[in-house]
């Protein structure tokens, strides 16, 4: 009988990394990937909001006060999956939803809950810094960056990073086929429905 660590070594000197094939993301989870997986795009692929609220020029907001809010004109409405070619100019604004396109002109996000919409008109009371509650495009990922190593398993974080880069598919190394066996005179399996005998034992290896 030798102790589980020599039984690996044994193992380990013996063992080759087997071939690789491509497979599509849902396949290959919990399997080695083969080869480096690099980006094609920017991640986020643009400049868009983290909340919802209101896309302004942060410039208008520095005189904001609770005693004198500025008014913003507001100029429709971009909703996510959505872009906006209408330039935020001074003193007005565009309400957007959370991930939509920053339209051109805007730096910064107003916060929904921050601001006091009446009709056309929004009020700003207090400054709003530039960039706030912006996701610049690049912020998380660059195009040509590492996403998975050759060498790392495949988690499901991994393959949501790879799907968010619209990767489909990668290359890992094919699966092993194990089987165990499961000797002993003592062992009874479960198929045969046979009643234990005295000294016997049902194996629970092999399942």
Do not use: K
């Not at 990922?141 to 619209?166: C, E, K, M, S």
Request: charged share 25%.
């Amino acid at each position: 009988m030798i102790d589980m660590d020599e039984a690996w070594a044994l193992i380990a000197e013996r063992a080759t990394a087997l071939e690789s094939e491509r497979a599509a993301l849902e396949q290959a989870l919990g399997r080695i990937i083969a080869m480096d997986v690099t980006s094609d795009i920017d991640l986020p692929p643009f400049d868009n909001s983290a909340m919802d609220g209101y896309a302004i020029r942060s410039a208008d907001t520095d005189s904001a006060g609770d005693d004198d809010p500025v008014l913003l004109v507001l100029h429709g409405t971009i909703a996510a999956g959505a872009r906006s070619e209408l330039e935020v100019a001074a003193e007005t604004t565009q309400r957007i939803m959370t991930g939509a396109p920053l339209p051109p002109g805007a730096d910064a996000v107003l916060q929904l809950e921050h601001a006091r919409h009446r009709g056309e008109v929004v009020e700003v009371r207090a400054p709003v810094a530039t960039g706030r509650h912006v996701r610049r495009r690049g912020e998380d990922v660059h195009a040509g960056d590492l996403l998975a190593a050759r060498g790392d398993g495949l988690t499901t974080n991994i393959a949501a990073l790879l799907a968010n880069a619209g990767v489909v598919d990668v290359q890992v190394h094919r699966q092993a086929r194990v089987a165990t066996l499961a000797t002993g005179a003592e062992l009874v399996t479960h198929t045969d429905g046979a009643a234990l005998e005295p000294g016997q034992i049902y194996d629970s290896n092999g399942i």
